[in-house]
């Protein structure tokens, strides 16, 4: 069980809090503390009113239901945090993280424009999105994080001047390519996306098998349902007249026509 506090008025130094229990230190993306302090236990009263801490959110409360995408979008934003130590030396902007349907074809994607804006100021540079599509939330969780890395990569050469795409951002070339293989990323060329098939390299893939991650829920396309549904229906045949009929379970059925009985299709 994990338990995160926010500090009001110090910010994260070692020894300053509480050690026992102490999982890691985050960012508060919404500037409402200095800093977010994860436990691996539930603080006392005491410990919070002498550390100047407020209880922000326990999984205990967020395993109350699975019916909302509240907990991996964080899940996904505190992996960014981790994926951006570690393969971009914490350089990388903080984008808006965001779960949508798939609306081109992809496992993810990145805004090259700073799609959200502040409501209270509006005039402000805003944010760019990186975006987890929920139709694919049920790969496994390193094919995920590698998908939001292989997004981060985007970020990466946007903030750099780097021009990694083309034909409408479907192309990736062999900018891509090098940045992507600078960043954990092995990219293989296919023939419509460029180098834009990527896998992690099996040093990532170990790295992002220790984080021990796991996505509770996605959003199957209507596409899925019908391959569900195709896949599950049975086709039988009259080895007489080569009359058809069709079950979703196992059934005997005698051809009125022939008098026999009707062959499951294989």
Known sequence: MKYTYGMRLRGFSIGC???EGFVERMDD???????LIVYNRKLTEEEL?????????????MKETKATVIPMIKQLESLFSKLNDKFFEGKLETPVITIAPDTCRAYGWFTTWRA????DNKEAEGYFEINVTCDYLDRTPVEIASTLLHEM???YC?????KDTSRSGNYHN???????EEHGLIANKVQKSGFGNTEPTPETAKYLESLN??????????????????????KYVCPVCGAIIRATKPVRVICADCGVEFEEAV
């Open 153 to 155: 990569v985007h970020l």
């Open 49 to 61: 009113k002498k550390y100047d801490l407020d209880l922000v959110e326990s999984e205990e409360e």
């Open 17 to 19: 809090q509480p050690k």
């Open 174 to 180: 062999k900018n891509f390519k090098i940045a992507a």
């Open 29 to 35: 993306k919404e500037g409402k503390y200095h800093d």
């Open 116 to 119: 959200w804006k502040e409501t």
């Open 158 to 162: 946007e903030m750099n001047g780097i």
């Open 213 to 234: 991650l796991k996505f509770d829920l996605y959003r199957p396309t209507p596409e899925k349902e019908q391959v569900i549904k195709k896949s599950s229906t049975r």
